[in-house]
């Protein structure tokens, strides 16, 4: 979605969203700069945002740019699963690959005791398993 049309000086560059062709400039923050220049994550994900990086030891990810970043990525919801209760509230949202961002106390509790022990490399298979427990718990989910 994001091409990078020039690197300006201090982290700054101008990119251009090719589906709309609007230009923007953004700048990498200070202090994801050394995730920024590791650019390993396009061996996996080639197709991912040139700002978008994994953090180092952790399964975190972050955009590098949050702070500048084009409103079309302001206005966008930056989870993979959406965790509301019984009532239709938000509880929580999965993010990145496997953290949990909990709103909902009970929630956090049973992604402490069930899921965060989960063993499964596989990240479809972990899925399956992570929404198996939290359903069960009478979550719901939307991806």
């Given at each position: 979605m994001w091409a990078i049309e020039e690197?300006?000086?201090?982290?700054?560059?101008?990119?251009?969203?090719?589906?709309?062709?609007?230009?923007?400039?953004?700048?990498?923050?200070?202090?994801?700069?050394?995730?920024?220049?590791?650019?390993?994550?396009?061996?996996?994900?080639?197709?991912?945002?040139?700002?978008?990086?994994?953090?180092?030891?952790?399964?975190?990810?972050?955009?590098?740019?949050?702070?500048?970043?084009?409103?079309?990525?302001?206005e966008f919801a930056c989870w993979r699963f959406l965790i509301l209760d019984q009532q239709g509230r938000r509880a929580g949202r999965v993010m990145g690959t496997r953290h949990l961002h909990a709103e909902d106390l009970e929630l956090q509790k049973i992604w402490d005791e069930k899921v965060r022990v989960l063993i499964e490399p596989d990240d479809a298979a972990w899925d399956e398993k992570m929404c198996e427990i939290i359903r069960s718990a009478g979550f719901i989910i939307r991806d």
């Open positions: 690197e300006l000086p201090c982290y700054t560059f101008l990119v251009r969203n090719e589906y709309t062709g609007m230009r923007y400039e953004v700048i990498v923050a200070e202090e994801h700069r050394v995730l920024f220049d590791d650019k390993s994550v396009f061996t996996s994900l080639p197709k991912a945002c040139p700002f978008f990086r994994k953090g180092k030891d952790t399964d975190l990810w972050y955009c590098t740019v949050h702070l500048t970043r084009p409103d079309v990525c302001r």
